[in-house]
C-alpha cells in the first residue's frame, strides 16, 4: 500500500543534542511538507520542498533543518538551536503544488526534551 | 494572512444523533478545503476535498459543504457512533501567489459521541 512513514514514533532529545526525523513516501508526490503540533494550537509549517534538491521555509523554521536528496524522502533535523522542540511532528506530501489534490499525512513522531 | 476558526472547539453527544462541525476562513481566495480526522496520538486522515468550485462533498455519513464567498464549510454527520469521536480538523489552500502550497489548519473540533 502506499502511504508516508514517519519514524521513530517516539524520540527523546537531550539539551544541546540534535535529532532527525525520518520521513519516507511511496506515493510517488513531488511536494513534501513538516509540520508541528502543539497542545490548543493548529499544526504550523515548518519547512516544504516541492521538487528533489529543493525545499523553502514555513512559518517556524527557526532551529530546523531538511534536506531533499531524493524525491521519497524529507528528513527533519531538530537542532539545538531549538529551544522548544517539545511537539508532535507530521509530515505529508502531495502530487504537487497547484494540483487540484489534496494532502496525506504520516503517523507522527512525538519529540521530548528529557 | 489566512486564518481558520472551527467553532465549536469541543462537542459531545449521545449516539445516534446528527450534528455539524463549523469551519470559517478570512481569505475567500482558497484552492480547495479538506477535512482531517485525528485520533489522540495519531496522524490525520483525509475525510474530504472539496475543491474551490465546488458546493460540497460526500462520502457515507459524511457531508461536507463549501460557501467560499462567504468563507465558510460544514461538516456534517450523520447518525453518529462512538467511533466517530475523534478531533476534526479543517484546512484550506491557497490560491494566492506563493501561498498556493501551504495548508493553514483550523485549531479543531473535539468529539465525543457517548454510547
Redesign the interface.
Known amino acids: 500500500d502506499g502511504g508516508i512513514t514517519q519514524s521513530p514514533k517516539y524520540l527523546f532529545r537531550k539539551e544541546g543534542q540534535n535529532v532527525t526525523l525520518s520521513c519516507e513516501q511511496n506515493l510517488n508526490h513531488d511536494a513534501m511538507y513538516w509540520y508541528r503540533q502543539d497542545p490548543g494550537q493548529g499544526l504550523r509549517l515548518i519547512y516544504y520542498s516541492q521538487i528533489v534538491n529543493d525545499f523553502q521555509k514555513g512559518d517556524i523554521a527557526e532551529g530546523y533543518s531538511v534536506s531533499r536528496e531524493k524525491k521519497e524522502s524529507f528528513p527533519l533535523t531538530v537542532t539545538s538551536a531549538q529551544k522548544n522542540p517539545t511537539a508532535f511532528y507530521l509530515c505529508a506530501s502531495s502530487i504537487g503544488q497547484g494540483a487540484a489534490y489534496g494532502y496525506t499525512f504520516g503517523s507522527g513522531t512525538r519529540l521530548t526534551v528529557v | 494572512k489566512q486564518e ?1 476558526t472551527q467553532i465549536p472547539a469541543a462537542l459531545s453527544v449521545p449516539e445516534g444523533e446528527n450534528l455539524v462541525l463549523n469551519c470559517s476562513f478570512t481569505d475567500s481566495a482558497i ?2 478545503l ?1 477535512w ?1 480526522r485525528q485520533d489522540p ?6 475525510l474530504l ?1 472539496i ?1 474551490s468550485s465546488q458546493r460540497e462533498q460526500t462520502s457515507g455519513r459524511l457531508n461536507a459543504s463549501l460557501d467560499k464567498s462567504s468563507g465558510r464549510s460544514t461538516l456534517y454527520i450523520a447518525a453518529s457512533q462512538p467511533g466517530d469521536s475523534a478531533t476534526y ?1 479543517c ?1 484550506v489552500r491557497g490560491d494566492s501567489g506563493g501561498s ?9 473540533t473535539l468529539l465525543t459521541v457517548n454510547p
Do not use: C, D, R
Open positions: 481558520v484552492y480547495n479538506q482531517f496520538g495519531k496522524g490525520l486522515t483525509s476535498l475543491q480538523l484546512a498556493n502550497y501551504k495548508l493553514t489548519f483550523g485549531k479543531g
